[in-house]
């Protein structure tokens, strides 16, 4: 009875490890940047609320009434983006996502490995631009 109780408790943990790993799903992808991309193409654009809302933690937001950027880094909460980023070093490269966003929809989304330098500037142009 005991092997079966510590079995049992086995499977349990191994199960909210696997939960908790899916749950961390984060939407900084190739693929969630071809979502936006092929929703906007065919005329169902994906929302401001929506992507903001998909990017979770992640979201950057550089817009003005809606109008300007959302950023994400994955992994990194939007709340220190600015520390993980003064500690990396020059060539580290992380994955990155802006979505551009005009009258509060997404029209364009852009995916890649960037260094902090360009994730830096893609955030500073976007603010001067707003």
């Known amino acids: 009875m005991k092997i079966l109780r510590r079995v049992f408790l086995g499977v ?3 199960f ?26 065919a005329g169902n654009t994906l929302t401001y609320e929506t992507v ?8 950057i937001d550089v817009t003005n009434d809606k109008n300007g950027v959302l950023v994400a ?3 990194v909460p939007a709340s220190n983006y ?9 060539d580290e490269k992380f994955e990155f996502i802006s ?4 009258k509060g929809n997404c029209t364009y989304a852009y ?4 260094t902090k330098t360009e994730i830096t500037s893609s955030i500073i142009n976007s603010k001067v631009n707003n």
Do not use: H, P, R
């Open 99 to 102: 979505i551009t966003v005009i």
């Open 82 to 90: 600015q520390e993980k980023l003064d500690k990396a070093k020059d």
């Open 111 to 114: 995916y890649a490995l960037a």
């Open 12 to 14: 349990c943990l191994c």
């Open 16 to 41: 909210s490890f696997v939960l908790a790993a899916c749950s961390n799903k984060s939407n900084v992808s190739q693929s969630y940047a071809d979502k936006v991309n092929n929703s906007y193409k």
């Open 52 to 59: 903001k809302s998909d990017l979770n933690d992640e979201c």
């Open 73 to 75: 880094i994955k992994g």
